[in-house]
């Protein structure tokens, strides 16, 4: 990847750590006799699914001075994406996520990300300001923003990049990250200000602008100068809204295995379709078809599907 990095499409800003899986599923952590190990974490799985697309990706993140960090970069590399932008802080430790297979649609995960993660270690002389002013498309998370020095430094390259080509925030909202629901609502709604596209669901939405009707919600997000809101609506499917039209994109029926990393297969897909420069409805049936695709196999970063799975799934 790296002679690739001078022409990324795609750099995604976030959380990153090691997902670890029960391979028993419908049992309770306490029952867990065996757990299987996968690359994870928001910005990563969305990197991820963007190059299991075709796209040239790259992650700005920050792991430990661990076998686990070491394992992030491997297996980057091996998807695709590069880890170029992938640093060190030399006093923490990667994050490790375990995940309840039950129920499998909404698995509860247990994040070890204390003291602190180290990808909300990020300061500002680590960012490649070159490539926050040149990639054709910027992908920050409302994680992001939760904790100092990541929020400062998250704010400075929104500020940078002054909405220019693709700016995408994904809410990412995990009330555990925060200490109360005003203060997600403070930080991640001046993002929201920042950006030109936004992405999340209705409970995201809801701490962002108030309101968890879509209609209302994509109302608001395009009030605020976002060019493209998508509001995920899970078995109701997907709002996608501009200021001239607005779409509903049905769900696609599929058997949940894990619901885990279905909004960040469906994020990889809506930047392969933003890229590409599809009207909104072809990138939400798209981007739905692939998020149901994930919802339908175990694991993240390695559930991502490729464009023919996709056009598949789509032609069903």
């Known amino acids: 990847?790296?002679?690739?990095?001078?022409?990324?499409?795609?750099?995604?800003?976030?959380?990153?750590?090691?997902?670890?899986?029960?391979?028993?599923?419908?049992?309770?952590?306490?029952?867990?006799?065996?757990?299987?190990?996968?690359?994870?974490?928001?910005?990563?799985?969305?990197?991820?699914?963007?190059?299991?697309?075709?796209?040239?990706?790259?992650?700005?993140?920050?792991?430990?001075?661990?076998?686990?960090?070491?394992?992030?970069?491997?297996?980057?590399?091996?998807?695709?994406?590069?880890?170029?932008?992938?640093?060190?802080?030399?006093?923490?430790?990667?994050?490790?996520?375990?995940?309840?297979?039950?129920?499998?649609?909404?698995?509860?995960?247990?994040?070890?990300?204390?003291?602190?993660?180290?990808?909300?270690?990020?300061?500002?002389?680590?960012?490649?300001?070159?490539?926050?002013?040149?990639?054709?498309?910027?992908?920050?998370?409302?994680?992001?923003?939760?904790?100092?020095?990541?929020?400062?430094?998250?704010?400075?390259?929104?500020?940078?990049?002054?909405r220019r080509g693709h700016t995408v925030l994904d809410l990412d909202y995990r009330p555990m990250f925060w200490p109360d629901v005003d203060t997600a609502r403070a930080e991640i709604g001046w993002m929201v200000d920042h950006v030109n596209v936004v992405v999340g669901n209705r409970t995201e939405v809801q701490v962002a602008v108030g309101t968890a009707d879509p209609d209302e919600a994509a109302d608001r997000l395009l009030a605020r100068g976002v060019r493209l809101a998508v509001v995920k609506r899970g078995a109701e499917g997907v709002l996608i809204a501009t200021e001239s039209e607005r779409w509903t994109v049905p769900p696609c029926p599929v058997e949940v295995l894990c619901g885990l990393g279905a909004g960040d297969g469906f994020g990889g897909a809506l930047i392969h379709g933003l890229l590409s420069g599809w009207d909104p409805h072809r990138m939400a049936s798209y981007a739905n078809a692939a998020g149901a695709l994930v919802a339908s196999r175990l694991a993240c970063a390695d559930a991502m599907p490729t464009d023919a799975e996709i056009e598949e799934m789509l032609c069903t």
């Open 1 to 162: 990847m790296t002679d690739a990095v001078t022409e990324l499409e795609v750099l995604t800003v976030g959380r990153v750590g090691v997902d670890l899986y029960p391979e028993q599923s419908g049992v309770s952590l306490a029952e867990v006799k065996s757990f299987a190990k996968f690359l994870g974490g928001t910005a990563t799985n969305v990197a991820v699914a963007a190059a299991r697309l075709g796209r040239r990706a790259a992650v700005l993140t920050k792991v430990g001075p661990d076998g686990f960090g070491d394992y992030v970069r491997d297996a980057l590399e091996g998807f695709g994406v590069s880890s170029r932008y992938v640093g060190t802080a030399p006093n923490l430790q990667t994050p490790v996520v375990f995940c309840e297979l039950k129920p499998p649609a909404d698995p509860p995960l247990v994040f070890y990300r204390a003291p602190i993660a180290p990808d909300l270690t990020l300061t500002e002389d680590e960012i490649p300001w070159d490539v926050v002013d040149s990639v054709p498309l910027l992908w920050v998370t409302g994680t992001g923003v939760s904790a100092e020095p990541g929020r400062t430094t998250q704010r400075a390259i929104l500020e940078r990049r002054a």
